[in-house]
């Protein structure tokens, strides 16, 4: 690659273009199981897993997938949750050369039945209370051939194999049921452990298809991106080139994002796999309870997260007693990271967080802050190794803004996926000339640093004028008394749309219009600043924890219909 605006800003011995090693995900972990066999990979409650048994359950479940008609190819689902089955199954998957789809457990029968029909999936490992709740009623309506049924409790060790069962009846809905045998009908466990470990071999080429990632939808049809072998590996060493100072082998990390969601997977799952890390599997990224002492307890030192969790952590009580000093390294993304989030959790624990920027499409990663250099608040860092950038005008990519100047950011690099399976017309409208367009409206500063401004279909245009919402966001969640904000546009019959925001206050905190409107006014543009406040005590948010925009137009059209 040609030098870049942003190259001068990389830290020393992050190069501009790395030397790949062609590695697949399969010979990651094969590497780590050679070189540290007795290191832990995985901790989940009261089991912990070495690299040893995580090889030896791979190939077994890998022979049991192979004696079910599992080929190279064959599509095979994963839904199920942050449990020691969900990496097992991705790495079998992976030995195999088949195409993984990782389903998103919260799902509902509609979705999962899009997404295995449009992918074409002969076999599903699914959890028990996800096949009892959802997915035995669809098992004529989808593709799949044969099921294997995995159990939260069934990795873990007594006393907790035999009271977990008790406590996770009692959820809302339960997360634990009795699944009777039948035709097409496996158990994960017994399966694994009667198996021996004999998997056919793959010729696997860098080139392959490793996964098949749906999107989350929240704008459309979910697609699925088409990710190689590849794409994703490089990504992988991409992060481990930014991050300079992780050790091969010695690293623990907090494994909270969903496996479903591609910042799970690649960062939270298929990274600490190809450095011999260790990860700490937990189910419910909500349960900061948990978060904070797994933290604590299991001298966590990378921390990948969202935003919100920053914060939640921030705000759990009694936090500035708990001793969180082990994390070292964070990585920020999905959404935009609050300047005092990010100041009280790094005095917290006297880590650095990485604020960054990625996509389905990208495996995810595109940008990152770097990690010694200067970090910019507001800003989702410099273009990683070998991703080139652009900003371009939203209707005419020919034309490419000047620094300083708004437009869509246009992504090409090795992360960059095939395409849409099975979608050429929405893959052409993605991917032109070899650039992924993002539909992300961004700036790019004199040192490459790129700041988004907002969503091309998230923008608000009032009485003529611009106006992004995540602009608002920001600086309403700096005041105070402000948990989160989340704003939209809404109908509106002089300025065509005009600003409204969602708010959740702290707790114990009250706060009025007036006061919101005279704090906005004081920061933002008369005209950017919203007309309209609600004060709720939640918002509507996607399994990573996003806030879903659509959701809060779809009600305030809803409401207006109503009252016309």
Same mark, same amino acid.
């Given at each position: 690659?040609?030098?870049?605006?942003?190259? +001068?800003?990389? &830290?020393?011995?992050?190069?501009?273009? =790395?030397?790949?090693?062609?590695?697949?995900?399969?010979?990651?972990?094969?590497?780590?199981?050679?070189?540290?066999?007795?290191?832990?990979?995985?901790?989940?409650?009261?089991?912990?897993?070495?690299?040893?048994?995580?090889? +030896?359950?791979?190939?077994?479940?890998?022979?049991?997938?192979?004696? =079910?008609?599992?080929?190279?190819?064959?599509?095979?689902?994963?839904?199920?949750?942050?449990?020691?089955?969900?990496?097992?199954?991705?790495?079998?998957?992976?030995?195999?050369?088949?195409?993984?789809?990782?389903?998103?457990?919260?799902?509902?029968?509609?979705?999962?039945?899009?997404?295995?029909?449009?992918?074409?999936?002969?076999?599903?490992?699914?959890?028990?209370? *996800?096949?009892?709740?959802?997915?035995?009623?669809?098992?004529?309506?989808?593709?799949?051939?044969?099921?294997?049924?995995?159990? *939260?409790?069934?990795?873990?060790?007594?006393?907790?194999?035999?009271?977990?069962?008790?406590?996770?009846?009692?959820?809302?809905?339960?997360?634990?049921?009795?699944?009777?045998?039948?035709?097409?009908?496996?158990?994960?466990?017994?399966?694994?452990?009667?198996?021996?470990?004999?998997?056919?071999?793959?010729?696997?080429?860098? &080139? #392959?298809?490793?996964?098949?990632?749906?999107?989350?939808?929240?704008?459309?049809?979910? $697609?699925?991106?088409?990710?190689?072998?590849?794409?994703?590996?490089?990504?992988?060493?991409?992060?481990?080139?930014?991050?300079?100072? /992780?050790?091969?082998?010695?690293?623990?990390?907090?494994?909270?994002?969903?496996?479903?969601?591609?910042? @799970?997977?690649?960062?939270?799952?298929?990274?600490?796999?190809?450095?011999?890390?260790?990860?700490?599997?937990?189910?419910?990224?909500?349960?900061?309870?948990?978060?904070?002492?797994?933290?604590?307890?299991?001298?966590?030192?990378?921390?990948?997260?969202?935003?919100?969790?920053?914060?939640? /952590?921030?705000?759990?009580?009694?936090?500035?007693?708990? +001793?969180?000093?082990?994390? $070292?390294?964070?990585?920020?993304?999905?959404?935009?990271?609050?300047? &005092?989030?990010?100041?009280?959790?790094?005095?917290?624990?006297?880590?650095?967080? /990485?604020?960054?920027?990625?996509?389905?499409?990208?495996?995810?990663?595109?940008?990152?802050?770097?990690?010694?250099?200067?970090?910019?608040? @507001?800003?989702?860092?410099?273009?990683?190794?070998?991703? +080139?950038?652009?900003?371009?005008?939203?209707?005419?990519?020919?034309?490419?803004?000047?620094?300083?100047?708004?437009?869509?950011? *246009?992504?090409?690099?090795?992360?960059?996926?095939?395409?849409?399976?099975?979608?050429?017309?929405?893959?052409?409208?993605?991917?032109?000339?070899?650039?992924?367009?993002?539909?992300?409206?961004?700036?790019?500063?004199?040192?490459?640093?790129?700041?988004?401004?907002?969503?091309?279909? #998230?923008?608000?245009?009032?009485?003529?004028?611009?106006?992004?919402?995540?602009? *608002?966001?920001?600086?309403?969640?700096?005041?105070?008394?402000?948990?989160?904000?989340?704003?939209? @546009?809404?109908? &509106?019959?002089?300025?065509?749309?005009?600003?409204?925001?969602?708010?959740?206050?702290?707790?114990?905190?009250?706060?009025?219009?007036?006061? =919101?409107?005279?704090?906005?006014?004081?920061?933002?543009?008369?005209?950017?600043?919203?007309?309209?406040?609600?004060?709720?005590?939640?918002?509507?948010?996607?399994?990573?924890?996003?806030?879903?925009?659509?959701? =809060?137009?779809?009600?305030?059209?809803?409401?207006?219909?109503?009252?016309?």
């Amino acid at each position: 690659m040609n030098k870049r605006l942003w190259h +001068d800003s990389y &830290d020393d011995g992050v190069a501009p273009s =790395l030397n790949y090693n062609g590695t697949t995900l399969i010979e990651y972990l094969n590497k780590s199981v050679q070189d540290y066999p007795e290191h832990d990979v995985l901790n989940f409650m009261n089991c912990n897993m070495k690299y040893r048994e995580f090889g +030896d359950a791979v190939e077994r479940l890998a022979t049991a997938l192979a004696n =079910l008609g599992v080929k190279k190819g064959t599509r095979v689902a994963v839904q199920l949750p942050n449990i020691p089955q969900t990496p097992i199954s991705f790495f079998a998957i992976q030995r195999l050369g088949a195409h993984a789809v990782m389903t998103n457990p919260l799902y509902m029968p509609r979705e999962i039945k899009h997404q295995w029909n449009d992918s074409n999936c002969e076999i599903a490992i699914v959890a028990d209370f *996800i096949y009892d709740q959802k997915v035995r009623a669809l098992r004529g309506d989808v593709p799949v051939k044969q099921y294997i049924i995995a159990s *939260i409790p069934e990795y873990l060790k007594f006393p907790l194999r035999q009271l977990a069962p008790l406590k996770l009846k009692k959820m809302d809905p339960p997360s634990v049921a009795k699944v009777a045998p039948e035709a097409g009908v496996h158990f994960f466990r017994k399966l694994v452990e009667s198996t021996a470990p004999a998997a056919p071999a793959v010729d696997i080429d860098i &080139d #392959d298809i490793a996964v098949i990632q749906y999107t989350g939808g929240t704008t459309g049809v979910s $697609k699925g991106a088409v990710l190689t072998q590849r794409n994703i590996a490089y990504n992988a060493q991409m992060v481990n080139a930014w991050f300079v100072n /992780v050790p091969y082998g010695e690293e623990v990390l907090l494994s909270a994002l969903p496996f479903f969601h591609i910042f @799970g997977l690649t960062v939270c799952m298929i990274w600490p796999v190809s450095v011999a890390g260790k990860m700490i599997l937990m189910p419910n990224p909500r349960d900061i309870p948990t978060m904070v002492k797994n933290i604590e307890k299991h001298k966590v030192t990378l921390y990948p997260a969202l935003p919100a969790l920053f914060n939640a /952590v921030n705000q759990f009580p009694g936090i500035e007693k708990r +001793d969180l000093s082990s994390v $070292k390294y964070c990585f920020s993304g999905s959404a935009p990271l609050p300047e &005092d989030v990010q100041e009280t959790f790094e005095k917290l624990t006297g880590a650095i967080i /990485v604020e960054g920027f990625g996509m389905t499409e990208t495996s995810p990663v595109v940008t990152g802050n770097p990690l010694y250099g200067e970090r910019k608040i @507001g800003h989702i860092g410099i273009p990683f190794p070998d991703t +080139d950038v652009k900003v371009v005008d939203p209707k005419d990519a020919s034309i490419e803004r000047a620094v300083g100047e708004e437009g869509e950011l *246009i992504v090409k690099g090795p992360q960059v996926m095939q395409g849409y399976w099975n979608m050429p017309d929405e893959t052409a409208l993605t991917i032109k000339n070899g650039w992924l367009h993002t539909g992300d409206l961004v700036i790019m500063d004199q040192g490459g640093y790129l700041r988004i401004v907002g969503r091309c279909k #998230d923008m608000i245009i009032a009485g003529g004028y611009n106006i992004y919402p995540d602009e *608002i966001d920001r600086v309403l969640t700096a005041h105070p008394k402000v948990f989160e904000a989340c704003t939209i @546009g809404v109908p &509106d019959e002089c300025r065509g749309e005009t600003v409204k925001s969602f708010i959740i206050l702290n707790p114990g905190e009250e706060c009025t219009d007036a006061e =919101l409107d005279t704090y906005a006014r004081a920061e933002l543009a008369a005209y950017k600043a919203p007309k309209s406040y609600e004060f709720r005590e939640e918002l509507p948010k996607s399994a990573m924890m996003k806030l879903l925009r659509r959701v =809060l137009r779809d009600e305030e059209e809803a409401k207006m219909r109503k009252n016309n």
